[in-house]
């Protein structure tokens, strides 16, 4: 059975940080290319930052600066490190696992609200 299970959402203030995890099991994790998306209330769902297997990244353009998405392969754990936000940045997050052709497996996601 395939978990993605994402942690770390919750409320900050305009300019904090926050750090999101995505633990995964029943997957080879080394084998999946890992990405976090976004979907704000009636807005559709957006890529923020992938991270392949290979350890490449590419990010939303507007967060490009801000946010870090890295992984630890030890841990079957995918990150986004989210620096600077902003309210515009408030979501639902999301992790997702995939292989192309293969398969592609989603986590339940992780509220952020930006406010003061």
């Known amino acids: 059975q395939v978990q993605l299970v994402e942690s770390g959402g919750g409320l900050v203030q305009p300019g904090g940080s926050l750090r999101l995890s995505c633990l995964a099991s029943?997957?080879?994790?080394?084998?999946?290319?890992m990405g976090w998306s976004r979907q704000a209330p009636g807005k559709q769902r957006e890529r923020v930052a992938l991270?392949?297997?290979?350890?490449?990244?590419n990010y939303l353009d507007s967060v490009k600066g801000r946010f870090t998405i890295s992984r630890d392969n030890a841990k079957n754990t995918v990150y986004l490190q989210m620096n600077s936000l902003k309210p515009e940045d408030t979501a639902v997050y999301y992790c997702?696992?995939?292989?192309?052709?293969?398969?592609?497996?989603w986590g339940q996601g992780t509220q952020v609200t930006v406010s003061s």
């Open positions: 997702n696992g995939f292989r192309t052709g293969e398969y592609d497996f």
């Open positions: 029943g997957i080879i994790f080394s084998r999946a290319h």
């Open positions: 991270i392949t297997v290979g350890g490449s990244t």
